[in-house]
């Protein structure tokens, strides 16, 4: 879907020079507000997906289907069943069409929306595309942005499924997870395994000034980030990026992947994301059929498989990770 109204530019209808960097709002844009206003009416009463851009890599013909609605629409509650119902056209049109593979990307798959679209499986049981969330290979990602040496990290932030996979493997793993909040450390506790339970500590000064890696969600505070020492890195586990408001500390993108040059078709940026990035949902989607795997990842269902395995697969078909940025 689109983010903010300016981001109607980064499609394919759009300006090619303008999408082909990470979106950022600049001055010129104030000329062409005529436009966007215009996009923003056409979105209110248009209800139909359209396809915003067609790729192809390997064995795979790919599509981007657009739904016209903005970040804004996903928040008012009263939009929320209408979006509801557009996704599920969107997944019933994918089956009658013969899609494989579905992916549900940003705001489609929240735990409020359509708890990581378990609730259209549950109402379609007989559909064979296989709906993803991508849940599986983000959470790879993030731990993978982790050194091997780190052995300390602060999470913090509006949990999701994304969080609760990274918190418990990093505690198997013997990494040492630090909360901000109680509320916090009390719903991963109820994730983590009983016998890793020790490695999920509730915040102290000293532990966060041992910590140079933060693991980042939505509705991180400015207070928050206050508290991070000079140097820390913030790793976000959202959908969207956190808002940079220290100079002095590294913030890396949102879960995403670096696509291989044999990705046929790739013009603009995806939002925020540099040149050949690809975000984290939509590469599970790729990956999901590549490998073809024959269930869906959605709702509280996983894959058969672990992290690593997930993260091995990614890179055997030539996806990179993508780089900390320079600071």
Not at 228 to 254: E, M, N, V, W
Request: with cysteine; glycine share 4%.
């Amino acid at each position: 879907h689109l983010t903010t109204p300016e981001s109607i530019y980064h499609l394919r209808i759009g300006l090619a020079s303008f999408a082909s960097y990470p979106f950022s709002y600049r001055r010129f844009m104030r000329i062409l507000w005529p436009f966007t206003s215009l996009s923003m009416i056409f979105t209110l009463f248009y209800a139909r997906l359209f396809v915003a851009e067609s790729n192809s890599f390997k064995k795979l013909n790919l599509q981007s289907w657009m739904i016209p609605r903005y970040n804004l629409q996903y928040l008012l509650k009263w939009r929320k069943d209408a979006i509801n119902t557009m996704i599920e056209k969107v997944i019933l049109e994918a089956d009658k069409k013969g899609v494989k593979v579905l992916s549900l990307g940003l705001m489609n798959q929240g735990e409020e929306l359509n708890r990581n679209g378990e609730v259209y499986i549950h109402k379609h049981p007989e559909v064979k595309v296989r709906v993803v969330d991508g849940s599986r290979l983000a959470a790879a990602v993030v731990i993978n942005s982790v050194s091997k040496a780190t052995q300390n990290v602060v999470m913090t932030g509006h949990l999701t499924k994304v969080a609760y996979t990274i918190a418990s493997a990093l505690c198997q793993r013997g990494v040492k997870v630090s909360t901000l909040r109680l509320d916090e450390y009390e719903k991963l506790r109820s994730c983590i395994p009983q016998e890793c339970r020790d490695y999920l500590v509730y915040q102290t000064s000293e532990v966060l000034s041992s910590n140079k890696v933060w693991l980042v969600g939505e509705g991180t505070t400015s207070e928050e980030q206050e508290k991070a020492t000079k140097g820390t890195l913030f790793i976000p586990f959202s959908q969207f990026p956190l808002k940079q408001l220290r100079k002095d500390c590294i913030y890396h993108t949102t879960p995403a992947l670096i696509v291989p040059k044999s990705l046929a078709n790739i013009h603009s940026c995806e939002n925020w994301l540099p040149r050949k990035a690809m975000s984290a949902t939509r590469v599970a989607g790729i990956l999901h059929a590549l490998e073809g795997w024959e269930v869906h990842e959605c709702g509280t269902s996983l894959l058969p498989s672990d992290l690593d395995q997930v993260w091995e697969a990614f890179l055997s078909h030539g996806f990179q990770p993508l780089l900390l940025p320079h600071h």
